[in-house]
């Protein structure tokens, strides 16, 4: 079993920043042999991966939204996975969540929802203009 658990949403102005945090707990499989990944979900919209990071923090992916403007990292020994946000903009306002996936991230292609076997209840973030 897995529980996540994010914060660090909030209400910024637009160009602002925001720093999201993700604390996981595991019983069994240890928490740095799991793939984690941040997702969000706007109002009226299906949920879509912003980025996610592999086991041991080395390798990483970005939605194209994302890029450059976003950085997933994370902390084994603190068990924990942050999403860095800069520059945001009033289209990024959605609820983000994170999740954990058993699988390898797979390098060149955008991960899906179902490689995602725990979810966390997610945090709002409100880019206003």
């Known amino acids: 079993q897995v529980q996540l658990v994010e914060s660090g949403g909030g209400l910024v102005q637009a160009g602002g920043s925001l720093r999201l945090s993700c604390a996981c707990a595991?019983?069994?499989?240890?928490?740095?042999?799991?793939?984690m990944g941040w997702f969000r979900q706007a109002p009226g919209k299906e949920r879509e991966i912003v980025g996610a990071?592999?086991?041991?923090?080395?390798?990483?992916y970005y939605s194209d939204s994302a890029k450059g403007r976003f950085t997933i990292s994370r902390d084994n020994a603190k068990s924990t996975v942050f999403l860095q946000m800069n520059s945001l903009k009033p289209e990024d306002t959605a609820v983000y969540s994170c999740?954990?996936?058993?699988?390898?991230?797979?390098?060149?292609?955008?991960?899906?929802?179902?490689?995602?076997?725990?979810w966390g209840q997610g945090t709002q973030v409100t880019v206003s203009s």
């Open positions: 990071v592999s086991w041991s923090g080395a390798n990483t």
């Open positions: 595991t019983s069994g499989r240890t928490f740095n042999t799991y793939t």
């Open positions: 999740a954990a996936g058993p699988s390898p991230l797979q390098r060149g292609r955008a991960p899906s929802l179902a490689e995602y076997a725990y």
